[in-house]
């Protein structure tokens, strides 16, 4: 199995790590444009566990959250980058808005998201037994880099 992989595969392959007492952390996100930000969140949530999944919102979920003009990199391409990243032990990529029903299903030990995220408004923060917050690294973010870029034409 490939470190990009679909539910019913990464399903399987969770099912014996966890017999083997391993504990799987779970982050999500855009990944739109990688810059120091994702990397810290990466690094954080690697260091709270032995298995990092990284789910990833696909081109079609992201446009809906944030606009016809994003992504700004294409899903399979952005996979690619967060599935070479040290720590990184699987991506998966989904189309609902939110990845609630991949947490219920790959049912993560722990649940990693940026500190800008009240823990009870991050999805799926009930499916797990812990949830840690990672603080943002001020001016690193998709957004200001796209709006760095648009001043500077």
């Known amino acids: 199995m490939g470190k990009i992989t679909k539910l019913k595969s990464l399903e399987k392959e969770l099912s014996g790590l966890k017999l083997k007492g391993k504990k799987i952390v779970f982050t999500n996100g855009c990944f739109d444009i990688l810059h120091l930000g994702h990397l810290k969140i990466i690094q954080e949530a690697k260091r709270r566990g032995d298995v990092l999944i990284v789910g990833l919102n696909s081109d079609s979920s992201i446009k809906k959250i944030k606009g016809s003009k994003r992504p700004i990199i294409t899903q399979n391409s ?8 040290i720590g990184v032990d ?28 009240e823990k009870n408004k991050i999805v799926g923060n009930k499916l797990v037994k812990k949830i840690h917050r990672v603080k943002l690294c001020s001016g690193h973010s998709t957004t200001h880099i796209i709006n760095k870029i648009k001043k500077s034409d």
């Open 90 to 117: 699987y991506v998966i990529i989904f189309s609902e808005a939110t990845p609630y029903n991949l947490i219920k299903r790959i049912k993560p030990d722990v649940l990693v998201k940026g500190g800008d995220w």
């Open 78 to 85: 952005r996979a690619k980058l967060l599935a070479n990243m």
